[in-house]
């Protein structure tokens, strides 16, 4: 009725009135959605239930978007972050040597810098021994090398040798030995030095040698 009497000419005033209404009817429906929401909400409760959720319930109108929905099950797995830990690229590793329970409780790996694998150097250095007593030590065949007796002082060590320096013979038992042995466990070549890894025992029960074996005198003290 309001367009058909505007349609028709009506004077200034009337539009003017008509505009003013119109306005005031256009502010009034477009608040009209909060004016009603509390009956809203009473009629369609809102929940915090998920999504998929809501649209399986019978009291609630989808829309279009909704209605294409399906409920899914959704499976997560906690994925915990790792640390990143720096990696020592060297040849000059750090290895668990010392785990073997079935050792003597004198072992103790040792790990020390040296420019040469000869026998006497290494002996002295890992077992703190004298060079001058290492040199009468091997002068009385009490040096050996994976049970051979050293030839030469100077000899080379290589990576996996036993040396020993006889002490003495066991005064319980006569086909025993005590010495002192040094395990070479890790040999790594540095640029001014050698890196050297080893197990040392300074008070070690051993066997005699089955080849060649050591004739001391069991009465004889620890040189």
Known sequence: ?????????????????FTLFSKTMNSFWRRIPHTIYPILVLRFPITTKPMHTL???DNVKTTSVL????QKNIFYNPIRSKSKKAKHDSDDEDENYNEDSSLSRDSKVVKFNT??????????TALGIARNKIEQQFYESKIRVNGNKVLKKSATVRLGDEIDVIK??????ADHLYVSRVEILNIAAQEESIT???RRFKNLLIENYAKDPYKGNPNAGSS
Request: hydrophobic fraction near 40%; charge should be positive; avoid cysteine.
């Open 168 to 173: 003495m013979v066991s005064p319980k038992n």
């Open 196 to 198: 050297i890894t080893a």
């Open 67 to 70: 209605a294409g929905l399906q």
């Open 1 to 17: 009725v309001i367009l058909y009497f505007y349609n028709y000419n009506l004077n200034q005033s009337s539009k003017t009135l």
């Open 115 to 124: 420019t040469s694998l000869r026998t006497d150097l290494i002996l002295k």
């Open 55 to 57: 649209v399986s319930r």
